[in-house]
């Protein structure tokens, strides 16, 4: 079976730009969750969706906004772009909300 | 208080040696607990989950948990080079939706 799936992999954006993030969870998984993982750092919790609602959020400002779709699948927005969101943006699935989570391959924004 | 601290080494052993990982969490009513290792500009892989007090074996990694002092250690025996890599202790929050990572331990195995 197929992992989780992020695009793109790769992104540059310029300060104040909006950007959109996407992930495709494991088939048969419910739940997505997506994080920011800065250099030297673990990942910091952004958002969870189970069953298309949030479930839970993360100590971000409301310029992050996600959403599931009904196949399960993810966007991650952040508006209004800064420097301090360049990072790596990680999106995992579980089976259920408090399950092990499996990792996609991530997203590296950079905000110059 | 962070949520989950570790120790961010970096940690040297020798091959063949038992390298061992700490976490300490906060939220006493945590109940589960997890180990992910991150190689070098890859996503975290999940090696090892624990629920119950006590050890888990699987292969040459073992976890270990004390609820009653928030705690949760990993344990590799027989240390491979391979092994090298960053450690992360991550706990889920007693209402099961937030998940809490540690900032992860440097290993280094030395061949």
């Known amino acids: 079976d197929a992992g989780v799936t992020q695009s793109p992999t790769h992104l540059i954006k310029t300060r104040g730009q909006q950007v959109t993030l996407r992930c495709s969870p494991i088939s048969g998984h419910k739940s997505v969750s997506w994080y920011q993982q800065v250099l030297g750092q673990g990942p910091q919790f952004i958002f969870q969706y189970y069953e298309k609602e949030e479930r839970g959020r993360g100590n971000f400002p409301d310029r992050f906004s996600a959403r599931q779709f009904p196949n399960y699948s993810s966007e991650l927005n952040v508006n209004a772009l800064l420097l301090g969101d360049s990072a790596l943006y990680l999106c995992a699935s579980s089976l259920v909300t408090n399950g092990h989570q499996y990792f996609g391959p991530g997203t590296r924004l950079t905000v110059t | 208080q962070k949520e989950v601290e570790q120790n961010s080494g970096p940690l040297s052993v020798p091959e063949g040696a038992i390298a061992s990982l700490n976490c300490t969490y906060s939220d006493r009513g945590s109940q589960s607990f997890f180990w992910y290792r991150q190689y070098s500009g890859k996503s975290p892989e999940l090696i090892m989950f624990?629920?119950?007090?006590g050890d888990k074996e699987d292969g040459r990694f073992t976890a270990q948990l004390n609820k009653a002092s928030q705690y949760v250690s990993l344990l590799i025996r027989d240390s491979q080079p391979s092994d090298s890599a960053t450690y992360l202790c991550a706990v889920i929050s007693n209402t099961g939706n937030q998940f809490y990572f540690g900032t992860g331990t440097s290993l280094t195995v030395i061949p």
């Open positions: 624990i629920y119950s007090n």
